[in-house]
């Protein structure tokens, strides 16, 4: 009923910046929670950044200072900016999004396809 569409992952070098977004489509009523997590190899998927339908953030310890996550509510979009990366930085980055679903209301909680960012120079 709710798909999520990434983009924007690829490979920089220590020090460069990406810019990802993922963009919300289907049965969508409101979006309660976006957020990001990422995966390392060999490591448990962790959270990387959520923001709420007001607007507030929390940041993993390890991006805050360096990442920002942004939401275009008219356009079902959040974006995560990812700045001075790191090679620790590496792996797979999922969108997530807790929505309301158009009828039913009920609560969807949809990952995306996960898009790849490599760190290395």
């Known amino acids: 009923q709710v798909q999520l569409v990434e983009s924007g992952g690829g490979l920089v070098q220590p020090g460069g910046s990406l810019r990802l977004s993922c963009e919300a489509s289907?049965?969508?009523?409101?979006?309660?929670?976006m957020g990001w997590y990422r995966q390392a190899p060999g490591k448990q998927r962790e959270l990387v950044a959520i923001?709420?339908?007001?607007?507030?953030?929390n940041y993993a310890d390890s991006v805050q200072g360096r990442f920002t996550i942004f939401r275009d509510n008219a356009k079902n979009t959040v974006y995560l900016q990812m700045n001075s990366l790191k090679p620790e930085d590496t792996g797979v980055y999922y969108c997530?999004?807790?929505?309301?679903?158009?009828?039913?209301?009920?609560?969807?909680?949809?990952w995306g396809q996960g898009t790849q960012v490599t760190v290395s120079s």
């Open positions: 997530n999004m807790i929505v309301l679903v158009t009828g039913t209301l009920a609560r969807s909680n949809t």
């Open positions: 289907g049965n969508i009523y409101r979006i309660i929670v």
């Open positions: 923001i709420s339908s007001l607007g507030s953030t």
